[in-house]
């Protein structure tokens, strides 16, 4: 795996030896059986599993600190907002944003995406106008825009890829135009693995005066993400796929445009005054986070980032790159397999299929043997037209996973392939 960022965020060389068996013993839900077998977990392109300081975190803040947040002038409260906020700054500093204020708290990646498609694009995008994806976008990064451009008049159009599932740049550079009024696009593919040159993307895009959101789920687990050396415009992410909570996510976005743009949603906190004649907004980012949040998620969230900041986010791409390299040999080699996804700048994510074994009947044999892997279309239903098959199983990595968990996934296809044979 090789990142195609050349940045290394201070604070995240690795502070010690890459010791895998000793972050293991920090999942407590990895020490489990499952159908009498140790638990093989390889579907973290998912959902990651939770070390145990963020489970501790969760814990202690509703045994200990929990209030509501903001509004309050008892210790609790202010205690609460303290470390609601101070996950903000750790976050900031994560994706290397220029200010703290630049960063939202929504539920997930899903909701970013909603949120910029609603309130930029409502504003910005008019009929006649044209969004321009990727084919290998989750669903999550069309639906919105399908939403939009419905509402609007607007024209999605689509960016293609290679066979190997590499995005074809000179198709890219010639789909932007005078009408192009939003790029959003995918930074690590969640059924390819690719990883999209995100800099030159912004580049070509920003020459046209063309904003883009970057889809940052699959990436920030795995890659040190830098937003303004990408010098993207908004940037997407779940926290749990970062090892966090679930319900929790992020979205940056550049301090002048979220300043110009209108609430996602009404409710408590994003105002500074209501009568019933006119509601006055808060300044960003509250005006972007109505109601009460997910504050204990957000606070463990911030424990994630600090857990994984100590690992070193180079080290773990460094140790994920030699895993990937090892599982793509051992799968490729299994005769019937057809690896999709071959890009050479990719991430721990492997998507195949296997001659005569339905990914699904596939995935309920590995599971079987406590191996658990993913069978579908994986929220990518017009990707996996490209590839003209309905369904692919994929093995997606992490840094707990070892070389002894691909060892046990492709001795479990070779079971499936006798048994259907």
Wanted: a negative charge; charged letters at 20%.
């Amino acid at each position: 795996m090789r990142s195609n960022q050349d940045r290394t965020a201070e604070g995240r060389s690795p502070s010690r030896p890459f010791d895998v068996q000793k972050i293991r013993g920090d999942f407590p839900i990895l020490k489990q059986r499952v159908h009498g077998k140790p638990l093989v977990y390889l579907d973290n392109a998912a959902s990651a599993q939770k070390p145990q300081v963020v489970i501790d975190t969760l814990s202690r803040f509703y045994s200990t600190s929990y209030a509501n947040i903001h509004r309050g002038i008892h210790w609790l409260s202010e205690r609460a907002t303290e470390a609601y906020e101070s996950a903000r700054v750790r976050i900031q500093r994560f994706l290397g944003a220029a200010e703290a204020s630049e960063i939202l708290f929504v539920r997930g990646a899903t909701e970013a995406i909603n949120l910029v498609a609603h309130s930029y694009g409502r504003t910005h995008v008019q009929a006649g106008d044209e969004i321009l994806i990727s084919t290998m976008e989750h669903h999550s990064n069309i639906v919105p825009w399908q939403i939009l451009c419905e509402a609007t008049g607007a024209v999605l159009r689509v960016i293609p890829i290679s066979e190997e599932g590499e995005l074809l740049l000179n198709e890219y550079e010639q789909l932007l135009t005078p009408k192009t009024k939003v790029v959003a696009i995918v930074h690590v593919s969640n059924v390819l693995g690719t990883i999209n040159p995100i800099r030159r993307i912004v580049e070509l895009a920003h020459r046209h005066h063309v904003p883009v959101l970057v889809d940052g789920a699959q990436a920030v687990p795995h890659l040190a993400v830098d937003v303004q050396a990408l010098d993207c415009d908004f940037y997407a992410f779940s926290g749990h796929k970062l090892f966090g909570p679930t319900g929790v996510g992020v979205l940056y976005g550049k301090a002048a445009l979220l300043e110009a743009m209108p609430p996602y949603q009404g409710g408590g906190h994003m105002i500074q005054s209501v009568t019933f004649e006119k509601t006055t907004y808060n300044n960003v980012p509250d005006r972007f986070e109505a109601g009460t949040p997910n504050i204990a998620g957000v606070v463990a969230l911030g424990a994630a980032i600090d857990y994984l900041s100590d690992i070193g986010l180079e080290a773990i791409t460094a140790y994920e790159g030699e895993l990937l390299s090892y599982a793509m040999d051992r799968i490729s080699k299994i005769a019937g397999v057809r690896l999709i996804g071959t890009a050479k700048d990719k991430a721990g994510v492997i998507s195949f299929v296997v001659d005569g074994v339905h990914p699904h009947d596939l995935g309920t044999i590995l599971d079987n043997d406590g191996i658990a892997i993913r069978a579908g279309h994986h929220c990518a239903q017009p990707l996996m037209s490209r590839f003209g098959v309905p369904a692919t199983a994929r093995a997606s990595l992490a840094f707990y996973n070892t070389q002894e968990d691909i060892d046990a996934l492709a001795a479990g296809i070779h079971k499936s392939i006798e048994f259907f044979r």
